[in-house]
């Protein structure tokens, strides 16, 4: 097969973790056969340097034109500490995701046996864990109106959703639970907001049409003490966006580092492929990031295009890290290797499981 990948490597530790994720997507098009075309387009705060914006038109027309996205992180300090910059890195990703189409972000969280101890939480609590987290992405109030009043002193963010937006995620979270442990659990907060309530209802009746998946409804407060209670419940969470923005991360704990957790966002014509983690940037250059949600986002990259044996080729590889201990300091602060050591090993047995060594 051959695609043509836009990459969007952005800020911080963006660029190195997405350069192993490369590695590991240029093993498996030797292995296999396929030709996979890289090409880079600006995006975040290094865009905003080079060009004043977080989303140049180039990058924009780059991942329409091109088969997928992959998108490393954004954001930087200075940012972050000053409310009232009007350019703001982030801008850049929420725009890409809104003018893609890119509705769905899924999100797996699950609890790997070679690294259950590695959790903060205990073992017989996380054990058995597989979630599937489906969080609306380009709805709610993360888009809504944002209004400052003339003296600054009063601000809102309008939520609000529409019931199309709803079903088009409602529809590909039951499908996913039909192929899965057909559960799937409606996170929000119906007894407060209107938008929950309307979740709700949207969701019940669209329930009607996969009988096969049994629905159920948890407020996000008790959502989010059920994940740490007792986190395999779940099979797949159905959540709007800022719900699902918060949950995600909390979920990250189960599988001791949020530097494992890979997302696809999905919409009707684009795909994008990101590691739920930020830009982190006082690990920037340092070599100490965990490149493995950044290559796991890869290996959705292949499912989602149905190469699922290259999917599990890296996925086989991952594993394999985890079980030598072969890995970044957020999980083996003792012994730890670089974020390129880590790339390498896992892109070396990519391409020869049998004798891949660390060098
Ligand atoms: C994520 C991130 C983004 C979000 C930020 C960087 C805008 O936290 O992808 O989870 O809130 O969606
Ligand atoms: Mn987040």
Known sequence: MKLDIAVLSGDGIGPEVTAQAIKAL??????FDHSFIFKEGLVGAIAIDKTGNPLPDETLELCVQTDAVLFGAIGAPKYDNDPSAAVRPEQGLLKLRKELGLYANIRPVKAYPTLIDKSPLKREIIEGTDISIYRELTGGIYFGKKELSDDGNI??????????????????????????????????????????????????????????????????DNAAMQMILNPSQFDVILTENMFGDIISDEASVIGGSIGLLAS????????????????????????????????????????????????????????????????????????????????????????????????
């Open 155 to 220: 601000a809102s963010d309008l939520c609000e959703y529409s019931r199309e937006e709803i079903e088009r995620i409602a529809h590909l979270a039951f499908k996913a639970a039909q192929k899965r442990r057909k559960k799937l659990t409606l996170v929000d907060k119906a007894n407060v907001l209107e938008s929950s309530r309307l979740w709700r209802k949207v969701v019940t009746e669209i329930a009607t049409a996969y009988s096969d998946v049994t629905l159920d409804f948890l407020f996000v």
């Open 264 to 359: 696809a966002s999905i919409g009707n014509t684009c795909c994008m492929f990101e590691p739920i983690h930020g830009s982190y940037p006082q690990a920037t250059g340092k070599g100490i990031a965990n490149p493995i949600a950044a290559i796991l986002s890869a290996a959705m990259l292949l499912e989602h295009f149905n190469l699922l044996g290259e999917a599990n080729a890296i996925r086989d590889a991952v594993e394999k890290a985890l079980e030598l201990n072969l890995t970044t300091s957020d999980l083996n602060p003792s012994n730890p290797l670089t974020t390129e050591k880590v790339g390498d090993f896992i892109a070396d047995y990519i391409l020869n499981p049998e004798d891949s060594n660390i060098n």
């Open 26 to 31: 240029e093993a498996i098009a030797h292995n």
